[in-house]
């Protein structure tokens, strides 16, 4: 029988009594609450984080009855209650200084009243303290700490300026993890990024980070054995909607929302609210995208000038990965914690990680979010207009695709135009993997590094940019360092286009077309 898809809850007791689907997890969890005691784990947004979180706190509250039919209750025979401690620090990530301080008091105050605590104390460090202890002397048991998305409100201020004045308010509760290492059994925070200079990662040299360990790598998130043995007549009854085979429905799955890898080992691991939600609308769509736009992803991009062809092949070595944000002269390590990129491979003996796109939900829809942040047009504006290129350029049509072209160039805002030969390629490269065409830029070959290569169905078309220059030079430049060559035993003709775009007029100042196939 298929079971109601819990996409948006993070509530793991009415998950169970509710009758949700759920992936058990447990004894996962159960290896780590067991073996580890200050505990840091990232991963991206929408993935489960909050959800374990929730767990572990129904596991430490004692609650064995709502995990009698999980792997857990095979293995724990004692269901200590502790005091727990929560905080969801997602719920002030939009919220200035004095907002974000009064929310945590607030949490605070929760848990005073549950053990009947009476303080006149506004520092909110000082109130955790005394909490805990009390909690601990009151009870008998030591303290658990529970910190979900410890960084979201610092990831909401990493480029606007108000950073500096966030990281205090943080800090006062943060550091009291540490000062009070002694009252607490086990201390477990979630995130996306790491930070420095915040007392989670600065004084709290025992956190132990397991993301990328081998034995965690899948405590988030659905594995294809946890997909096939949990949602097989699901995968069914989605197949005989789309009139394909049971084999054909799960490798559309496979392709469109598997592909995330968290260590070495490599386990695929499937978005959790992207499958289910698949599961519920029986529809193929990006819903990790449609949930939320990560701003700060965007503005780190910009910040960082990066050029975003690059991200198909990205190569790091594993300290890369753990840079505080603030400190990184890379925009990857971001990506990678935000999900937007992941491992793909590993090389023991150079000991680098090779990264790119986990899925084609994640490749099309981060040009969705780049679009119109990169050109200056809203996306749906933006991929209007340029349909009629899309048409035209399939049909053969040069001239009056590139003249649309050319009238799309002239609409960016100058202020996103810094009016180099790199700008007008990665605009160039965006809007054709926007447009669902299959391309690649900086294409190494023998003679030279190939601008653009673009794989249509019927034609391939290799273009090379020129800024202030001629779009004969771009053309003869193509000839001469023979760019074609690899491309003729494909069998569909190639188009050979030199352009040249006009520094001053911000767009396609001309263009010249070599058609092998007329």
Known sequence: MIKPYPIGRQDFKAIIEDGYAYVDKTERMYEMIKNRTFVFLSRPRRFGKSLLINTLQQYFEGNRDLFKDLKISRLEKDWIKYPVFRFDMSGCKDMDVDGMYSYIGNTLWWYEKKYDIQTEETNNGVRFQNLIQTAVNKTGRKAVVLIDEYDSPLLAHLHDGKLADVKPVLQELYQQVKVNEQFEQFVFITGISRFSQVSIFSTLNNLENISMDDAFCDICGITQDELMENFREDIEVFARNEEISFDEMALKLKTKYDG???????????????????????????????????????????????????????????????????????????????????????????????????????????????????????????????????????????????????????????????????????????????????????????????????????????????????????????????????????????????????????????????????
């Open 260 to 518: 995330y890898h968290f260590s070495k080992k490599k386990t695929d691991v499937f978005n959790p609210l992207s499958v289910l939600s698949a599961f519920s609308k029986k529809e193929l769509k990006n819903f990790w995208f449609e949930t939320a736009t990560s701003t700060y992803v965007i503005d780190h991009l910009k910040k960082h000038n990066a050029q975003i062809f690059d991200f198909e092949s990205v190569e790091l070595f594993e300290s890369d990965f753990y840079v505080s944000q603030e400190d990184s002269r890379s925009v990857y390590p971001l990506l990678f914690q935000a999900g937007y990129l992941t491992i793909k491979d590993y090389d023991r003996e150079s000991e680098v990680y090779t990264l790119s796109y986990p899925n084609n939900e994640v490749r099309v829809s981060m040009l969705e979010v780049l679009m119109p942040s990169w050109v200056g047009c809203s996306s749906k504006d933006g991929k209007l207009n340029m349909q009629k290129f899309y048409f035209a350029l399939k049909a053969g049509k040069i001239d009056e695709a590139f003249e649309l072209l050319k009238e799309f160039f002239v609409q960016i805002p100058n202020v996103l135009n810094n009016k180099n030969e790199k700008h007008f390629q990665t605009v160039i490269y965006v809007l054709f993997r926007w447009l669902g065409f299959y391309t690649q830029s900086e294409v190494n070959t023998s003679k030279g590094r190939l601008d653009c290569i673009l794989f249509a169905p019927k034609q391939i078309f290799i273009i090379e940019f020129k800024v202030d220059e001629s779009a004969e030079k771009a053309l003869a430049q193509i000839n001469e360092k023979g760019y074609a060559e690899p491309y003729r035993t494909d069998g569909r003709p190639i188009i050979k286009i030199g352009v040249n775009f006009s520094s001053e007029e911000r767009t396609i100042e001309g263009w010249m077309v070599e058609d092998e196939s007329v």
